[in-house]
């Protein structure tokens, strides 16, 4: 079975989704571990699931403009 390109990137978005979701749960719960409320520990999930939902579309890119 070969991927094509369509297929890749769907799968390499799909897997980039699930890390800032469990990057973004984790902090919440490392935040309410820590006495946070839950506005401020909302808050930090959002920021971490932003941060790394950034950081794996820009290796994405990097990823795609690499690829003949």
Known sequence: ??????????????LALLLSLAAATAAAALARWDGATVPASITRAGVAFAGTMSLCLGLIALVRTALP
């Open 1 to 14: 079975m070969t991927l094509t390109r369509s297929t890749l990137l769907l799968t390499l978005l799909t």
